[in-house]
């Protein structure tokens, strides 16, 4: 098959998205089919002859992880291409014109709702009850005129049909997890020495944003600390990065955290590798990629009993779902998987198990049948 992809987040960008997409159109390639990407073009790309880059706009405060994509020379392009079947994985700018193009090519056109984006407005301050209804109410029209449309939770899907998506064929389908990449590794104590990785390090991985709920993290992370010797160890960056830092030298945490920024390949998986624990505190994740990835390498994770982490974590098998606003069980449970080695260790081994699932030929066998159901309706 001939595939377009498009979205509005891409490589470089730090963004579970963007690496799923990547993973996925990479194996789509593997298996004999032609992708081309239409991504944002944005500071640190590469020249790929598979990407057509379009002109995009960094949103405020976004630190450049949302973009606002001009899709000028799409539609022209895509006709060169003569995709069957396009694939939008946003209904922002990029994800409207490739439902245009799909319209005006008579193709079919598979719709993926990877996040809610109603729980980003703060970053164009409209964060109010009837903007947040509005683009609910236009994320369900939109997947309402796709041919079929996916998500990796069911979570994400129930509120599109609440929301008037009705009449659309529609599947739960993962993203991809490179699981030759992210795996358990031994060794952790001379991981940790190598970073700077103390004892009972409890993990805060991905974009470091607000609606991630990290100021209710760190208040987790000093109960936890009161309790116990521990290390808060945040992989990753982003726009709240400043304010968290604030934040912790508020509650004198300082000596007690680690940031050790964006870090990739091999090096990721070491640092991962040497923590204990995954905290997860945010209530707007549909797939949070970052948990897959921790959970490959055999980490526990302690999450928000909210949006699609309970489809990720298995309470009681791979670790533990909380009320979101628990900061006492919170703690509790992490504290519990500090001290019982052999708890956290059954949990690790069971998230990797499950985690198998997700291996990327699996899933983009399933896009694949996803693609020739929608070619053929």
């Not at 990065?241 to 912790?248: A, G, P, Y």
């Not at 990629?289 to 009681?316: F, H, N, S, W, Y």
Request: hydrophobic share 45%; glycine share 8%.
């Amino acid at each position: 098959m001939r595939i377009a992809i498009c979205t509005d987040a891409y490589l470089p960008q730090l963004s579970g998205v963007a690496d799923s997409l990547d993973l996925l159109a990479a194996t789509l390639r593997t298996r004999g089919h032609k992708v081309r990407i239409y991504a944002p073009n944005c500071p640190g790309v590469m020249p790929d002859p598979h990407i057509m880059r379009l002109p995009s706009y960094a949103i405020p405060r976004s630190a450049g992880s949302m973009m606002m994509v001009f899709p000028m020379g799409m539609l022209k392009d895509m006709r060169r291409f003569k995709p069957d079947v396009i694939h939008v994985n946003t209904f922002s700018t990029a994800g409207c014109a490739g439902l245009y193009a799909g319209w005006r090519l008579g193709v079919p056109v598979v719709g993926t709702d990877h996040t809610s984006p109603a729980d980003y407005l703060h970053y164009i301050k409209l964060n109010l009850a009837p903007f947040r209804w509005g683009v609910r109410k236009f994320a369900s029209w939109f997947h309402k005129h796709c041919t079929i449309v996916t998500a990796p939770s069911r979570h994400i899907l129930d509120e599109l049909e609440r929301y008037g998506m009705h009449g659309v064929p529609s599947e739960v389908l993962s993203n991809p997890v490179a699981l030759a990449l992210f795996r358990p590794l031994p060794h952790k104590h001379e991981l940790k020495k190598k970073y700077g990785i103390k004892e009972n390090a409890v993990l805060i991985f991905g974009r470091i944003a607000i609606e991630k709920n990290l100021d209710f993290a760190s208040d987790i992370f000093a109960e936890v600390a009161a309790r116990m010797p521990a290390q808060l160890v945040i992989l990753g960056d982003g726009p709240y990065r400043d304010t968290l830092t604030r934040r912790l030298e508020e509650k004198g945490l300082t000596d007690k955290a680690l940031f050790l920024g964006v870090l990739r390949g091999e090096e990721l998986i070491e640092a991962l590798n040497a923590t204990e624990v995954c905290l997860v505190t945010s209530m707007s994740e549909i797939q949070p990629m970052a948990t897959l990835q921790a959970m490959a390498c055999a980490l526990p994770v302690v999450g928000a009993r909210a949006g699609g982490l309970p489809e990720c974590i298995k309470d009681g098998i791979t670790g533990f779902t909380i009320d979101p606003n628990n900061k006492n069980e919170f703690a509790e449970k992490i504290v519990t998987l500090l001290q019982d080695k052999t708890l956290a260790g059954q949990f690790g081994r069971a998230g990797r198990e499950v985690v198998q699932a997700y291996v990327p030929e699996r899933i983009a066998e399933r896009f694949e049948r996803v693609y020739q159901k929608s070619i053929a309706l």
